[in-house]
């Protein structure tokens, strides 16, 4: 089945700046890449999802670039705010079957 | 809309007790599943249902039981409660597969199992 990594599992950035969390996939049937958020004693919501035939897509201050030839995907958050501190997952899916990485503690310090 | 709802929000067993986690949503969704978070793991399939009356087994799906009756309703039973268990689960809704539709994702049961 599908198995996919995410790195890092923590990451703390000065308010402002940039981050970016990678996550990598196994197989090449995937087909779609959501990005969620999980704040804590919630369930996880959908920031920003990417197709296989897309190679980048934007809403303001986050983006997703996809490689299908590496089998990589991430995610990327300028202008970093406090209130982006979060979990953030990444997930695989090909038909009804999602699988998620592991998961990313963002910090943002102000 | 109330969205995903999940009763209890928190639950204690003893192992080998049984019990319900309930999960419904209000939004017509056909697709609905289940997924157990541990730490270090993020989230992992248990079961899953395409319709009413249609379920099908997940990444993880020992130790547990699902059906679906009506479209609003999708339970996840537990018939022996094992340490191993001990978890946050959380039910999910979409309008159709999760590869192209959003899925929404109720707020979680906390459980332990001692």
């Known amino acids: 089945g599908e198995n996919v990594e995410q790195h890092p599992s923590t990451l703390s950035v000065q308010e402002g700046d940039s981050a970016v969390i990678k996550c990598t996939y196994s197989d090449s049937a995937s087909n779609y890449f959501p990005w969620y958020k999980q704040e804590l004693g919630k369930g996880p919501q959908l920031i920003i999802d990417i197709r296989s035939n897309v190679g980048e897509k934007k809403d303001q201050r986050i983006a997703v670039t996809l490689n299908k030839t590496a089998k990589h995907f991430s995610l990327h958050i300028t202008e970093t705010q406090p209130e982006d501190s979060a979990v953030y997952f990444c997930a695989a899916s090909i038909s009804n079957d999602m699988r998620f990485g592991a998961g990313t503690r963002l910090t943002v310090k102000p | 809309n109330a969205g995903v709802t999940q009763t209890p929000k928190f639950q204690v067993l003893k192992t080998g007790q049984s019990m319900t986690l309930q999960c419904a949503q209000d939004m017509n969704h056909e697709y609905m599943s289940w997924y157990r978070q541990d730490p270090g793991m993020g989230l992992r399939l248990i079961h899953y249902s395409v319709g009413a009356g249609i379920t099908d087994q997940g990444e993880v799906p020992n130790g547990y039981n699902v059906s679906r009756s009506t479209t609003e309703d999708f339970p996840l039973r537990l018939l022996s409660a094992a340490p191993s268990q001990t978890s946050v689960y959380f039910c999910?809704?979409?309008?159709?597969?999760?590869?192209?539709?959003?899925?929404?994702f109720g707020p979680g049961t906390r459980l332990t199992v001692l």
């Open positions: 999910a809704s979409s309008y159709g597969t999760p590869s192209y539709n959003e899925q929404f």
